[in-house]
């Protein structure tokens, strides 16, 4: 390299979350549950975007699409490897979101609780395994 010409330094930003679903249509309706939003017809997509509050990005990818350019990958076994947290707003909202998402027949992982840290806090398991933490602090 010349010591003549510095390349700059790249300050990376975090941009997009990314996630691959084994049912994207399955993903979509679970994630739709809880507030965020996607074009009509995403379920048939391969590749899909929603902006988040402060402007990173949710994606979703089915596995076919990650196969296509990458042919070795394999999901990984189990779940729990990714988990969002979704501000209920008080804590009753997560007892009444919690409620929601176990009537439709998601899977909970942690019934809601008053956590040490000060929030009330819950955990239901998306379609895939990851978990979508469900808090708001106490006393609210």
Known sequence: ??????????TPRLDLIGIVASDLPA???????LGLEFPAGAEELPH??????????LAFDTEDTVRSF???W????????????FHCG???GVDAVYEELVAAGYRAELKPFDAP???????????????????????R
């Open 1 to 10: 390299m010349n010591s003549d010409h510095t390349t700059p330094r790249v």
């Open 27 to 33: 993903s979509l309706a679970f994630y739709r549950r």
């Open 48 to 57: 899909v975007e929603t902006a988040l509050p402060g402007g990173t990005r």
């Open 70 to 72: 990458h042919p070795a």
């Open 74 to 85: 394999r999901p990984p076994a189990g779940g729990g490897r990714i988990g969002l947290a």
């Open 90 to 92: 008080t804590p009753a």
């Open 117 to 139: 840290w000060g929030q009330r806090y819950a955990v239901v398991l998306d379609p895939d395994g990851n978990g979508a933490e469900l808090f708001a602090e106490q006393g």
